[in-house]
């Protein structure tokens, strides 16, 4: 499968949990893959640091392109691995503290 882009891109990792104080954190220039297949899979070189129980991710793009979405699944390992997040054209549902489906951040 071709990848839409593959380089540099702002990556934030989000905790966003209706009823607490939202987290993030945003590493500049991470080497990234992005696929898309109906989803965008991100693929991470190195270990990606965000906060405990992210459950959201925006990838900015050097040309303004912007992916985000809800965390579906993945693996983050500090030899890289891959976030699968839904994009969707609407605003992002609220979860409530541990609905994580199954994701948890390592």
Same mark, same amino acid.
Request: net charge negative; charged share 20%; no cysteine.
């Given at each position: 499968m071709p990848y839409v882009y593959e380089g540099p891109a702002s990556v934030t990792v989000m905790?966003? @949990?209706?009823?607490?104080e939202w987290?993030?954190?945003?590493?500049?220039e991470c080497p990234v893959r992005l696929l898309n297949a109906g989803r965008v899979r991100v693929e991470l070189q190195y270990y990606l640091q965000g906060p405990k129980a992210a459950n959201t991710l925006r990838v900015m793009l050097p040309h303004g392109m912007m992916a985000q979405g809800?965390?579906?699944?993945?693996?983050?390992?500090p030899?890289?691995?891959?976030?699968?997040?839904?994009?969707?054209?609407?605003?992002?549902? @609220?979860?409530?503290?541990?609905?994580?489906?199954?994701?948890?951040?390592?």
């Open positions: 905790a966003r @949990y209706l009823g607490l987290a993030e954190l945003t590493t500049l809800p965390i579906l699944d993945g693996w983050n390992q030899t890289g691995g891959w976030l699968l997040i839904d994009v969707e054209q609407y605003d992002l549902a @609220y979860e409530s503290p541990g609905s994580s489906k199954g994701w948890q951040w390592r």
